[in-house]
């Protein structure tokens, strides 16, 4: 008998009769095992049932903190995913599993950040790629020829000045920044 499917019944408004025969009957709910023990009969037994009541009793919290970091759907649900097999693989790591829940929503936040520094990571190099030779002021197959003929020239130099031109002008050391016997300043 399905207490779940007894407890919907409703006869207008008033309690279902059904149910208050199972009261009047000594009917007790099933008791209600803590989040510690039935981790522990995961951890012990790799027991699915129990496994399934954690997601059961902690999966609309994790898919709130997913969905609620993420805007993107599929991204939320990978990392909805992510948490519990997390959880599965890594179970023993739960140092307090009577806090099971704040493990849940700390992986859920962490797995979560990460989804959002690699799609920023991604955004900001599309953007990079997307950028036209309009963008830039001379044109890369330019700007390569050019680069090329610079460094001809400052390989023409005598040694002394080229060494003085690379430290001031290539690395940039100035007269703040004198390095002892290398002309620059």
């Known amino acids: 008998m399905r207490v779940r499917r007894i407890l919907t019944v409703n006869d207008g408004g008033a309690m279902s009769r059904n149910f208050l025969h199972l009261i009047r009957c000594g009917f007790a709910p099933p008791p209600v095992e803590s989040d510690a023990?039935?981790?522990r009969r995961f951890i012990d037994h790799r027991d699915e049932s129990a496994f399934a009541t954690i997601?059961?009793?902690h999966g609309p919290m994790v898919w709130a903190v997913c969905r609620n970091t993420l805007p993107n759907r599929a991204d939320a649900e990978d990392v909805f995913q992510?948490?519990?097999?997390a959880l599965s693989r890594g179970a023993k790591a739960v140092?307090?599993?009577e806090r099971l829940a704040a493990w849940l929503h700390g992986a859920a936040v962490r797995v979560a950040g990460g989804v959002k520094r690699v799609h920023a990571r991604?955004?900001?190099y599309e953007r990079a790629a997307a950028r036209t030779e309009a963008d830039s002021p001379v044109a890369d197959?330019?700007?390569g020829e050019l680069l090329l003929a610079a460094h001809e020239e400052v390989a023409?130099?005598?040694p002394a000045?080229?060494?003085a031109f690379i430290l001031c002008d290539i690395e940039g050391w100035s007269s703040g920044r004198r390095r002892p016997g290398s002309g620059c300043g």
């Open 37 to 39: 023990d039935l981790l």
């Open 55 to 57: 997601m059961d009793r």
């Open 82 to 85: 992510a948490t519990f097999f």
């Open 95 to 97: 140092r307090h599993p």
């Open 122 to 124: 991604r955004v900001r």
């Open 141 to 143: 197959a330019a700007w």
């Open 156 to 158: 023409a130099m005598s």
């Open 161 to 163: 000045l080229r060494a």
